[in-house]
T-cell receptor
Framework: NAGVMQNPRHLVRRRGQEARLRCSPM?????VYWYRQLPEEGLKFMVY????????ESGMPKERFSAEFPKEGPSILRIQQVVRGDSAAYFC???????????FGPGTRLTVT | AQTVTQSQPEMSVQEAETVTLSCTYD???????LFWYKQPPSRQMILVIR??????QNATENRFSVNFQKAAKSFSLKISDSQLGDTAMYFC?????????????FGQGTILTVHP
């Protein structure tokens, strides 16, 4: 069973561009979480999604950030009009039904120039 | 809201020795889970050990064990027989219970260096 996949692993965007981060959960997992890790800090929760539903987006910035987890395909974290402060590592985690342990992907490191 | 505090930004230990990493948390919940994650230079998050709050027995995974003090809201990680591969950032994390799903709240992390 392949682990959680994230791509790209590294993404460079200029200020004002859009960034799209993809996460494919482990097979059979229908719960996806996104976390952000700023330099020298711990991970901060952003959003929790199930297939086609956003369950908890309490950690998402109010503007420019959105997430989806469609019925088919990977979960997408979208950042519009990126700014330098968006530079961070973005981690995705997934879990199966009835299990609280989250399995993490390798992360996407976003650099905004 | 829950908070997790790791008061040791950096720790070091000699190979084969024992080291303890501290973690305290604040919550009004009675049902919750606690975790220690390891983040090596590759940045991959690896689950080291987990503890259910309703269990009085401390969790153990090979060389890793915890000291869970529920009343004191303390959850320390002990690494025995430290190995060079244990060098990493270690994060303590909290998850509210009641359902199987929920967000993790992480501490700031402790950088552990194991010296040969």
């Amino acid at each position: 069973n392949a682990g959680v996949m994230q791509n790209p692993r590294h993404l460079v965007r200029r200020r004002g561009q859009e960034a799209r981060l993809r996460c494919s959960p482990m097979k059979g997992h229908s719960h996806v979480y996104w976390y952000r890790q700023l330099p020298e800090e711990g991970l901060k929760f952003m959003v929790y999604l199930q297939k086609e539903n956003i369950i908890d987006e309490s950690g998402m910035p109010k503007e420019r950030f959105s997430a989806e987890f469609p019925k088919e395909g990977p979960s997408i974290l979208r950042i519009q009009q990126v700014v330098r402060g968006d530079s961070a590592a973005y981690f995705c985690a997934s879990s199966p039904d009835f299990e609280y342990e989250q399995y993490f992907g390798p992360g996407t490191r976003l650099t905004v120039t | 809201a829950q908070t997790v505090t790791q008061s040791q930004p950096e720790m070091s230990v000699q190979e084969a020795e024992t080291v303890t990493l501290s973690c305290t948390y604040d919550t009004s919940e009675n049902n919750y889970y606690l975790f220690w994650y390891k983040q090596p230079p590759s940045r991959q998050m690896i689950l080291v050990i987990r503890q259910e709050a309703y269990k009085q027995q401390n969790a153990t995974e090979n060389r890793f064990s915890v000291n869970f003090q529920k009343a004191a809201k303390s959850f320390s990680l002990k690494i025995s027989d430290s190995q060079l591969g244990d060098t990493a950032m270690y994060f303590c994390a909290f998850m509210k219970g009641g359902t199987s799903y929920g967000k993790l709240t992480f501490g700031q992390g402790t950088i552990l260096t194991v010296h040969p």
